[in-house]
């Protein structure tokens, strides 16, 4: 990661943070709780929300705009996924055929803790630009899928976010996918446990 970008980060993403905790901590005053919420960004542009339905655990997002390259979802601290700062099946789904309907190439999953405050952000870049293989990838998560749908739903998807964690390595390693984690400031991601945590309180706090 170039040493130099640094301050430019920052200036660039410190309006999306303002933003995502602004919805986080709105979310925290009237429900209780943080629910996910999903944004849209144009090169150098703001971010723009664009959810149809979320949860705590899902969402629903409405479609890109021409000349969007950015999608940001949030994880938020107790979600269903285990994979905590890393990409849900789903995810990894939705990243592929974004790219296929919008061209939407980034995917960013922001970290938030129980204070609604964002504690770290992964970026997820799609490297392939042959559509034949994003519909390979595609069609072999659709057949995954599908053997498994016969399973107990809690067991399906919990099986689904251990394929998603294998996908998520594989991509990588195979270069299909380049992925960076930047904490924010007062965090570090823990390789050991995929999330971010605190650099003062080490790693025990996140361990679910
Ligand atoms: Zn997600």
Redesign the pocket.
């Known amino acids: 990661m170039p040493k130099n970008k640094g301050a430019s980060r920052k200036t660039r993403w410190g309006i999306p943070k303002r933003v995502v905790e602004g919805f986080a901590k709105r979310d925290l005053r009237h429900l209780g709780w943080i629910h996910?919420s999903g944004f849209y960004k144009k090169p150098r542009g703001n971010l723009r929300y664009g959810t149809e339905f979320r949860s705590r655990t899902s969402l629903m997002a409405k479609p890109a705009k021409k000349g969007e390259r950015l999608f940001l979802?949030t994880?938020p601290e107790r979600a269903a996924?285990a994979n905590c700062a890393l990409?849900?099946f789903?995810?990894l789904r939705g990243l592929l055929t974004m790219y296929k309907e919008y061209g939407i190439n980034t995917w960013v999953?922001s970290r938030v803790n129980e204070k609604g405050e964002e504690i770290g952000r992964t970026f997820l870049k799609l490297r392939i630009k042959d559509e034949k293989k994003v519909n390979q990838l595609i069609g072999y998560m659709e057949r995954l899928e599908r053997s498994l749908k016969d399973m107990d739903i809690e067991e399906r998807e919990k099986r689904l976010e251990i394929e998603a964690h294998k996908l998520f390595r594989k991509w990588r390693s195979d270069k299909l996918l380049s992925v960076k984690f930047i904490p924010m400031q007062g965090y570090r991601f823990d390789e050991r446990i995929d999330d971010f945590v605190s650099v003062r309180e080490g790693s025990v706090k996140s361990r679910r």
């Open positions: 996910e979802h994880h996924t990409p849900s789903n995810d999953i």
